[in-house]
């Protein structure tokens, strides 16, 4: 099980980066950390002609700006993790990313990779889904923003260009009166969800008077249901379509849905 | 045992001296050896379940760049033979004929269809990218009930059905017992596939040295003198021109014991291009091709008394082989010895057992960790559960009535089970003293008022160790049940043992060191114990059957005692001494009053050296080799019982092991660390068949669980902290008086988490009898008891 | 680096000496430290990032060997289960390793070292818990995993 021949190239620059990926287009394929990436070459899913590494670009930073949480696209997951910036503004994140597979994963993998990547049971879109995130693309005509809600948009498919590299993440700062709450299905630890749920939610006196629900792994991208009550959520969710396979039907998925529901809103609410 | 045999290291938890290299990173797995020009190889296996090859067009293949050779069957038609599996053991067995690459025909998804050697392992794969094949797909037998069903594809063209293999056994009258029964309970137990997933993947290195004409093969494996045996037959090489080099194992778990095509075909390049050939399975061809285990339906029913007695059991059980019998053993031996282990805790007269084997258009099962018994075990602890919750009385107490008595008498079931030295009941009260069972149930109780579903579920066992000779021996399969030991005096005063049980990471040498120092009388730091080469090792069985203690450690402890007599003798010629006044302890020779007259080490150098100040004529022998084999019963009946707490979410369907206790008699225990350890290890490869573990194929024929993000296995974070206590009945038969241990771990972990689930569900009117327990199918029993 | 090539000079700190190597792109870290360097303490168990038992240390922490490339590891520092035994870094960790029997076939134990290391060296005390969701990606098929929280306990800091 050995990846099959590619040609590589590491860029140093942004520019040199969108160079090669306008000269290469879809033959070209941006490693980051590479812990979806390399499992799919070793395993001959994917065959590209040329790997663009872009680990020497400068995008590892974490900035807090004036309204946002900017978080580079090749930040890793442990750094994400640990930051106290993150668990300040966006704690979200550090409810979900130790969920993200396992330590040596989550030293490697990337915030940026695992949106760009698109999986539709990974952890970290939902989280951009449920905060409103913004992703920073850059091309050969500059840059332009994508809303997470139109940045995902199907099985591994994105908003991002053959020509486009993801190059941060900005996060709204948490505001006051906001909670949040992660929970997810798995049969082990570190595996990806049956069923996921990432919620931020507006409380007052210990009642739930706004959210964002974005449900994972049940569908084929993060699903968003905003509401203004518990119920309504309930009633929002139930409408959801939600998909299934032969271990995991769709009866199936749509209970973990209600019961992720249920758990996330009453721990929000507590 | 002999009057003057002290045991100091036996019994002893002492830690592996072999595992020092291990953690400091300096193993020596099969992988870690290269050798000048060897080449690699790589396999195009079936992508389809049954198809034919209707073209085959290597010439673009063969072309490629770093690329030595790409071969299908017909280039290797004049280097090595094929097989079949032929058992007497079986007879009738429907098994065709194998080769090493397809034959024009494949008859299972991941059959090894070419082989490509190449420079690296990465170009022989892109080799084989390049080889034109057009396949015309052929219909396929692929589910178990499927395959049986009397309009089922051929899974071998010509075949009039896909059954590979009955059998009917009566024991008693079970039709009478049945009529008269004052209770009967029944169930339908399936169990998935699985496979043993050894963390170091199957690999060779084969090296044909064409001047010396030595076939040099280093092999993962189990079994070199086995292998030694089959490939000398194979490749038509004079067996002690053969040399099969076992190096350092990640795991065998009884998947390195076969016959595997790819395996006989990397040998075959090395021998058609004579440089040496590396194969290596990748985790891909590992869960495609490692032989697989289970997939079983059985349907059983036991029958009781108005007393709560057991008095017989029905079995009707099937069971999935694949496309062939694996090779050697065949792959009747998992659900023939499964059969014959139903009821096997408890006495019961009646008995009726009927086997189904089907062929498929699948991978091939066979012989993983603990043949059989899981099964029966799971069975078994069920219907008891069943029987005590109908009778309205505990489980406990319904076992304890009808367990087979303990001593030395052989008590022989209605299934034929010849059963001795079994201590049910003392293992469930050390149980019952390990658990606080009273306390569990407290626990479970309060839980469950709070919301709760905690469930507490038991399991005892009968795990059938160290078979001896006649069960191979008279099928006819090479499989030896003797084992070989040499020892010899170094002269640093050390002792050397070469021993033909092979070391697989299960700490055998270590067992076998504590016996030789003891037998002889030496430190235990001073045995160095070698295993698993042909050429250094004496003839034996290796590793199978949890036989390392029982049969390789005494055919130790009986060379030590003989090696022990002959330093005696050697040291009272050498003293004028009389040798009964003798005594050699941590290597010194004492004499009657425990003084020192003699280093053991000085005695090897007079023997090298100065063989003048012996008297006139006296050769010491301060090197032997001792050959043992059990002469009387076939197995050895090590027992044991297991309890699981568990909690299931009854909202999401997970099942949560919170914590496990075993309970194990396998005679006497020569290192206790090693036995509990084994023990462990085998839990938790039953937590992965009851909760995880499913080789699940799509109704296509096609693997949907082939890698192991799919596969799962059991990681750290979900598996309990697990308890082991010990009963020791020393069997009789032998000096050492061990049995089997390797193995019981894995035997009632499925059975004992399964009734821990059923006993979580009760409250709910929900019951279960598959594994592995999915989350959906824990959601979907609770809304039927709904 | 800006063109693409199939293969690629690297200069890496491998268990703290310089190596100068070419490498095929396309050639995992842990195959080339396994082939090319001789460094066999590393096992490949699965190549595609499950089991764990290929992980090495780059630059500081644990990473999968076969979810890198070998091209990845330029301007490095790597350090290897060699490198870390004979610096005598994980010392502690391999003597209870072995005193507790935690390890079998020992095919695991490499990566098992290494990540428990890191642990320690994040969380000095770390409950039982902690340490079983710490070795949660490094898959263990002989032990049952209870040895090894053993002995990982045992070598926390102050335990004696």
Redesign the interface.
């Known amino acids: 099980m050995k990846a099959p021949a590619f040609r590589y190239a590491r860029p140093e620059s942004l520019d040199e980066a969108i160079a090669l990926l306008v000269e290469h287009g879809t033959d070209a394929r941006v490693l980051a950390g590479g812990q979806s990436l390399m499992p799919m070459l070793n395993l001959r899913l994917l065959q590209p002609s040329v790997l663009v590494d872009i680990n020497r670009l400068p995008l590892s930073e974490i900035r807090l700006q004036d309204q946002t949480l900017d978080i580079g696209a090749l930040a890793r997951h442990a750094e994400v993790l640990y930051s106290g910036e993150v668990a300040h503004m966006a704690p979200l994140l550090k409810l979900a990313l130790p969920h993200v597979a396992h330590l040596a994963v989550r030293n490697r993998g990337t915030h940026g990779g695992s949106c760009a990547l698109a999986d539709p049971s990974a952890e970290i879109p939902a989280c951009a889904l449920a905060l409103e995130a913004s992703f920073v693309l850059r091309g050969p005509r500059g840059e332009r923003r994508v809303p997470a809600e139109l940045f995902f948009r199907g099985l591994y498919e994105t908003a991002l260009g053959a020509d486009e590299l993801l190059v941060r993440v900005d996060y709204p700062r948490a505001q006051p009166g906001w909670r949040y709450g992660f929970q997810e299905v798995a049969r082990r630890h570190g595996d990806f969800a049956i069923a996921g749920l990432a919620a931020a939610a507006r409380v007052e006196g210990g009642v739930l008077r706004e959210a964002r629900l974005a449900f994972f792994g049940v569908a084929d991208r993060p699903v968003l249901v905003r509401g203004a009550s518990v119920e309504e959520l309930r009633e929002r969710t139930d409408k959801m379509e939600v998909s299934g396979t032969r271990v995991y039907p769709p009866p199936f998925r749509r209970r973990l849905v209600r019961v992720l529901l249920e758990r996330v809103t009453s721990s929000i609410e507590k | 045992m002999e009057p003057r045999a002290r045991f100091q290291a036996i019994g002893r938890s002492l830690?592996?001296a072999g595992?020092?290299?291990?953690?400091?990173?300096?193993?020596?797995?099969v992988?870690?050896i290269?050798l000048p020009r060897m080449v690699h190889a790589a396999f195009l296996r079936s992508p389809y379940p049954h198809a034919r090859l209707a073209r085959v067009d290597l010439t673009v293949a063969r072309a490629a760049p770093g690329v030595l050779a790409v071969y299908a069957w017909s280039d290797l038609q004049d280097t090595v033979r094929a097989w079949q599996s032929r058992s007497a053991a079986f007879p009738g067995l429907v098994s065709p004929t194998q080769t090493p690459l397809a034959d024009g025909r494949c008859a299972w998804q991941g059959e090894p269809v070419l082989m490509a050697l190449a420079d690296?392992?990465?170009a022989a794969?892109?080799a084989l990218?390049l080889a034109e094949i057009e396949w015309e797909e052929l219909p396929a037998a692929v589910g178990l009930e499927a395959a049986l069903a009397p309009q089922a594809p051929a899974v071998h063209p010509g075949l009039a059905n896909n059954v590979a293999w009955t059998k009917e056994t009566l024991g008693g009258d079970p039709d009478e017992a049945f009529a008269k029964a004052a209770l009967v309970v029944e169930t339908q137990v399936h169990l998935a596939r699985l496979t043993?997933?050894?963390?170091?993947?199957r690999g060779l290195v084969a090296d044909w040295d064409p001047a010396g004409e030595t076939l040099t093969v280093h092999h993962s494996h189990q079994m070199p003198h086995q292998m030694q045996a089959h490939f000398a037959e194979f490749f038509g090489v004079p067996a002690e021109r053969v040399r099969v080099v076992v190096p350092?194992?990640?795991?065998g778990?009884g998947l390195k014991m076969h016959v595997y095509p790819d395996e006989i075909a990397a040998i075959a390049g090395a021998i058609k291009l004579a440089r040496p050939v590396k194969f290596?399975a990748?985790?891909?061809?590992s869960l495609a091709s490692d032989i697989h285990a289970r997939e079983h339906n059985v349907r059983a029913r036991m029958a009781l008394d108005g007393e709560g007695h057991i008095v017989g059991f029905d079995v009707d059980q099937r069971h999935g082989a694949g496309a062939y019998s694996v090779f050697p053993r065949g792959s009747p031996v998992e659900s023939s010895a499964a059969l014959h282990l139903v009821g096997a805790p408890y006495r019961f007269a009646h008995f009726r057992g009927r086997l189904t084997i089907a062929l498929q258009n699948k991978a091939m099962t066979g012989q993983y960790r603990s043949v059989g018994h899981p099964i029966a075990v799971l069975v078994t602890e069920r219907l008891v559960e069943l029987a005590a919750c109908a009778r309205g009385e505990d489980g406990l107490a319904l076992r304890r009535r009808n367990f087979t008595p303990p001593g030395e008498t052989p008590y022989v079931n209605g299934a034929g089970q010849r059963l001795f030295d079994v201590s049910h009941d003392a293992c469930l009260l050390a149980l019952e003293r390990l658990v606080d069972v009273p306390r569990v149930r407290e626990t479970v109780r309060s839980a469950r008022a709070a919301g709760r579903a905690l469930g507490f579920g038991v399991a005892c066992y009968v795990e059938m160790t160290a078979t001896g000779a006649e069960a191979y021996g008279k099928a006819g399969v090479p499989v030896s049940a003797a084992d070989s030991v040499s020892l010899s005096v170094e002269l640093s005063g050390a002792v050397r043992c070469a021993a033909s049980v092979t070391e697989?990471?299960?700490?055998v040498t270590q067992a076998l060191a504590q016996a030789v120092a003891d037998g002889v009388g030496v430190p235990v730091e001073r045995v160095l114990v070698h295993t698993g080469d042909t050429a250094q090792v004496p003839h034996g069985g290796g590793a199978w059957a949890s036989r390392g203690a029982a049969i390789g450690a005494e055919a130790a402890w009986l060379a030590a005692r003989r090696l022990r007599r002959n330093i005696l003798e050697a040291a009272a010629r050498l003293l004028g001494a009389d040798d009964e006044s003798l005594d050699l302890r941590d290597g010194t020779i004492v004499d009657h009053r425990g003084e020192a007259r003699l280093e053991l080490s000085e005695l090897a150098h007079i023997a090298a050296f100065r063989g003048y100040e012996l008297p006139e004529g006296f050769q010491p022998q301060l090197s032997l080799m001792h050959h043992y084999r059990r002469s009387k019963d076939l197995f050895l009946p090590a027992n044991g019982v297991q309890a699981s707490l568990l909690e299931v979410d009854l909202?999401?369907?997970?099942v949560r092991p919170l914590r496990h206790w075993a309970v194990c008699d396998c005679g006497r225990v020569l290192n206790p660390?090693?036995v509990e350890?084994q023990l462990?290890?085998?839990?938790?490869?039953g937590i992965g068949e009851a909760?995880?573990e499913e080789l699940?194929y799509?109704e296509d024929g096609h693997l949907?669980t082939g890698?192991?993000?799919e596969y799962?296995?059991?990681?750290?974070?979900?598996?309990p902290?697990?308890e082991v206590a010990h009963v020791q009945t020393p069997y009789d038969g032998t000096s050492l008086g061990a049995k089997g241990a390797g193995e019981a771990?894995v035997a009632a972990a499925p059975a004992a988490i399964l009734n821990a689930v059923n006993d979580a569900l009760a409250p709910h009117g929900a019951a279960l009898d598959a594994v592995p327990i999915?989350?959906?199918a824990v959601?979907?029993a609770l809304e039927r008891g709904r | 680096m800006k063109h693409p090539l199939t293969e690629r000079e690297i200069r890496a700190i491998v268990n703290g000496r310089e190596v100068r190597a070419r490498v095929p792109v396309r050639k995992s870290l842990v195959d080339w430290l396994r082939e090319d360097q001789g460094l066999t303490g590393s096992h490949v168990g699965c190549e595609h990032g499950v089991c764990g038992a290929c992980s090495v240390v780059l630059d500081g922490a644990v990473v999968r060997g076969c979810l890198t490339l070998a091209v990845q590891a330029d301007g490095a520092r790597i350090e290897t289960i060699e490198g870390a035994t004979e610096s005598g870094r994980i010392g502690r960790l391999q003597e209870a390793f072995y005193q507790r029997a935690a390890l079998q076939c020992g095919f695991c134990t490499p990566g098992m070292l290494l990540v428990a290391a890191e642990l320690l060296a994040r969380n000095p005390n770390p409950s039982r818990d902690e340490i079983r969701e710490a070795l949660s990606g490094n898959l263990c098929r002989c032990t049952g995993y209870h040895a090894i929280v053993d002995a990982v306990e045992a070598a926390k800091s102050g335990s004696r």
């Open positions: 830690p592996r595992t020092r290299r291990l953690v400091a990173g300096r193993g020596r797995y992988d870690d290269v690296t392992r990465a794969e892109d990218e043993g997933v050894t963390l170091e993947p350092d194992v990640g795991g778990f290596i990748d985790r891909l061809e697989i990471g299960q700490g909202h999401t369907g997970l660390l090693l350890e462990r290890g085998g839990v938790v490869q909760l995880y699940r799509g949907e890698t192991l993000a799962l296995v059991p990681m750290a974070a979900e598996m902290d697990i771990g999915s989350p959906a959601l979907e």
